[in-house]
């Protein structure tokens, strides 16, 4: 299982492999293999490759995939072809992101905070309803502004 590495001189191939110990195949682009992560006597290392060129790994034992990555010396973008999202045109926002995420977290507090009393069925009086709008509003503002839709290239 060749992956090209982006970012390399000559876009160098690593075989993740190679660089397994106990290797077995168990089905069409599926393997099993000892994880460099632990102690492994018998395979607990689940590779497979996705027809898109992705590539999943997973330690049966519990070892996170960062782990194993790092014991084969490779970092989890060599287990993607290109990067994710690249076909999206970027996003800019008109709102700073600090702005934007203070204005979420205050807003979200507030329907919270008067959910809350909804659901003790305590009395929500008429200035209480409007606050509650207008915190959604906020919200879906900010949302709009900082998050569009995405549009594919």
Do not use: Y
Not at 53 to 58: A, E, T
Not at 88 to 112: C, Y
Not at 133 to 152: F, G, S
Request: proline share 7%; aromatic share 4%; glycine share 6%.
């Amino acid at each position: 299982m060749v992956v090209t590495r982006p970012g390399t001189e000559s876009g160098s191939d690593v075989d993740i492999l190679d660089r397994l110990d106990g290797v077995k195949r168990t089905g069409k682009d599926r393997w099993i293999a000892r994880c460099p992560s632990h102690k492994d006597r018998s395979p607990s290392l689940s590779v497979c490759a996705l027809a898109d060129g992705r590539i999943l790994i997973h330690c049966f034992a519990g070892c996170p995939a960062m782990d194993v990555l790092e014991a084969i010396g490779l970092t989890m973008s060599d287990l993607f072809p290109k990067p994710l999202g690249n076909h999206f045109r970027p996003i800019r926002s008109r709102i700073p992101a600090a702005d934007a995420l203070a204005t979420l977290d205050h807003e979200s507090l507030v329907v919270t905070v008067i959910g809350a009393d909804f659901l003790k069925q305590k009395q929500i009086d008429e200035p209480t309803w409007a606050r509650l709008a207008q915190a959604t509003n906020r919200i879906n503002k900010t949302r709009a502004i900082c998050a569009p839709p995405l549009v594919k290239r």
